[in-house]
């Protein structure tokens, strides 16, 4: 059994142990466990293949866990899950694919309505059964109903990006201990960049096909073969999601992972420019076609003009190489064509991270932590921003706390500074929140005292499109608000937008020089890639945030700049590339 499996499995026993009402505590195990063995890159099975470590050395996995995951490797099923499972419903779990559905309402559902299977609910739904179970009424009714269908659509089944790379990441490092394997990339939406990914394209270049294609199948994580043949192979592998593998000659290498990266429409775009120039593209390279000769096919008696790297393939139609992130057909052959494809920008740019918690609210680490976590990654400056007293679910500052906080960051920032230069700029933040009737969450006497205010949504969020719009263009023109964190708040395969004129909200934003955020989060990339671009053209500056919750949580970053990339944006239109100086003279007047 691969890691995904086993993380399957124990997140299964916790969804049916919380149907079931069992102790909150029994349920966190089974999901911490399966979080931590979900995000290892390194298998189960190797750590407990070495006699010198231990299933028990991970985090959340104490004697108990451990026995069952070898249960799991040694009979492919645990006892208890066997169990469990066979005194559930079988619709639990089609049920809980509906955003906002957790084991609890399921159960509720089934009692009281016996519904056996989504389509039965939303029948259920649309008679107005629901909105008789106690605690459910209308609103909760009309809001399930649009979110059946939100969990039907095949769309949102899709692995998120990062999930993809912690794959693919791994999937690589494991190809390139085959000495076989001459190069290898990662092609398809993975490296497009897109929010989700369907499945793993993988394009690598050696002289044995058959040797590097039985390297996966033997990788522990296969879990089965789909597709064989002499030069390419389909499996399945962790968390179920296929995988490609396309093997070529090192001539081709450039044209196969040009053609895999895809996308389709940029593909279909650079094969018509090249029939313009009496030139066909495949996977194999680019060669000139002679008169009359069937297009599809690999011309068997013309050598190729182009295959060994992308550059080359780019360069035979004319064109600079494209970044992977802009191939989504639009503009950007003509863009190439006329060399005004934006400078994407890139990691490296990134000096500064403006949004992120504490244990103060519901961060895990301390500010403390946070900020030697910050240096460790090389930024020049961070806000830190906490809750506003709103979030009381998250403990959330008053007042009185804020300013201790904040006074806290006075002491650090002088102490950082004690013997020169200070490795680390730290700025007092809050992410205030927009509240459901108006107004913000803390006076604009303590907002001035402030160098950063985020201000975000977080409840209400149902509420129609102009008073969500409302309410935020009000934020907007706060003159202490600095940015709009995560504007649209959705959180991809999990909950749509809330019902916002995007539109206004950027135009208020230019009016006024507020920032949009685009929060990186992996969830969230919010603002997502359109937005992101009609925002520059509209002349609104950005800001790419982590949103972090513990001194992990600034590793998400490159999510964000991918998202940003793909929205053609340049270190320019982002503010935290700035030093701090320069950004501090962007800022509205009233707070620099
Ligand atoms: P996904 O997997 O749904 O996230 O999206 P992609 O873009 O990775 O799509 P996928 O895996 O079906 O194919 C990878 C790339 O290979 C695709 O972007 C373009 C190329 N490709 C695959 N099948 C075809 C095809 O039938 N015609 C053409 N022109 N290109 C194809
Ligand atoms: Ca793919
Ligand atoms: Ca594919
Ligand atoms: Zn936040």
Redo the contacts with the bound molecule.
């Keep these: 059994m691969t890691n995904a499996d086993i993380a399957a499995v124990f997140d299964q026993i916790a969804d049916i142990l919380e149907y079931q009402g069992a102790g909150i505590f029994r349920v966190r195990a089974y999901r911490t466990a399966a979080r931590t063995i979900g995000n290892m890159i390194e298998s189960l099975a190797t750590i407990r293949a070495d006699a010198t470590r231990s299933l028990t050395d991970l985090e959340g996995i104490g004697t108990d866990l451990a026995g069952k995951i070898e249960t799991l490797q040694n009979t492919g099923t645990l006892p208890l899950l066997e169990e469990l499972q066979a005194a559930m419903p079988p619709a639990v779990f089609e049920l809980m694919r509906v955003p906002g559905l957790g084991p609890k309402k399921v159960k509720l559902l089934i009692d009281e309505l016996g519904v056996t299977s989504l389509d039965d609910l939303e029948r259920a739904c649309r008679d107005g059964s629901v909105q008789q179970i106690k605690g459910f009424g209308n609103k909760t009714q009309t809001i399930i109903l649009k979110n059946i269908a939100f969990a039907k659509n095949p769309a949102h089944a899709?692995l998120l990006w990062s999930d993809a790379d912690t794959i693919v990441q791994s999937l690589l490092a494991y190809m390139r201990i085959c000495t076989q394997v001459k190069k290898i990339d990662a092609?398809?939406?993975?490296r497009?960049g897109?929010e989700?990914?369907?499945?793993i394209?993988i394009v690598v270049s050696s002289d044995h096909a058959q040797t590097v294609m039985h390297h996966l199948h033997a990788w522990p994580e296969t879990s089965s073969v789909l597709l064989s043949g002499d030069t390419k192979t389909s499996v399945r592998g962790p968390r179920n999601v296929q995988i490609?593998l396309r093997v070529v000659g090192d001539e081709s290498f450039g044209a196969a992972l040009q053609?895999?990266?895809?996308?389709?429409e940029h593909?279909?775009r650079l094969r018509s420019r090249a029939r313009e120039r009496g030139l066909t593209i495949n996977e194999y390279g680019v060669y000139k076609l002679t008169q009359g000769e069937a297009e599809a096919a690999r011309p068997a008696h013309s050598a190729s003009i182009a295959g060994e790297t992308e550059l080359d393939i780019y360069r035979a139609v004319g064109l600079p190489w494209i970044p992977p992130e802009l191939r989504e057909g639009g503009d950007e052959i003509i863009r190439a064509e006329r060399d005004k494809l934006p400078r994407l920008l890139n990691q490296e740019d990134i000096r500064g991270d403006l949004h992120m918690h504490t244990s103060a609210t519901d961060g895990e680490n301390t500010l403390a932590e946070m900020i030697h976590a910050a240096i460790a990654h090389g930024l020049e400056y961070i806000a830190i921003t906490d809750h506003g007293q709103r979030v009381t679910m998250a403990h959330g500052l008053d007042k009185k706390r804020l300013l201790a906080q904040w006074e806290e960051i006075d002491r650090l920032n002088e102490s950082l500074a004690e013997n020169g230069p200070p490795a680390i700029v730290v700025l007092k933040g809050i992410e205030v929140d927009m509240l459901e009737n108006g107004g913000l969450d803390l006076p604009n006497d303590v907002l001035k005292q402030a160098d950063w205010v985020v201000a975000s949504l977080h409840y209400g969020q149902k509420q129609p499109r102009d008073r969500i719009t409302a309410r935020i263009i009000e934020a907007i023109e706060n003159p202490h608000v600095s940015s709009i964190g995560h504007p649209t708040g959705r959180l991809i395969n999990r909950r749509p937008a809330y019902d916002v004129d995007i539109e206004a909200v950027i135009e208020a934003a230019a009016r006024t020089g507020t920032f949009l955020e685009i929060n990186a989060n992996p969830w969230r990339l919010d603002l997502n890639d359109h937005h992101a671009a009609a925002a520059k053209k509209a002349g609104v500056k950005m800001v790419i945030s982590t949103d972090a919750h513990s001194t992990r949580g600034f590793d998400v970053m490159r999510c964000g700049i991918l998202q940003a990339r793909r929205a053609g944006l340049e270190a320019g239109d982002i503010v935290n590339t700035r030093t701090l100086g320069d950004l501090r003279q962007l800022m509205k007047p009233q707070l620099s």
């Design positions: 899709r092609a398809g939406s993975w497009r897109q989700t990914v369907g499945d394209d490609d053609y895999f990266t895809g996308s389709k593909n279909v």
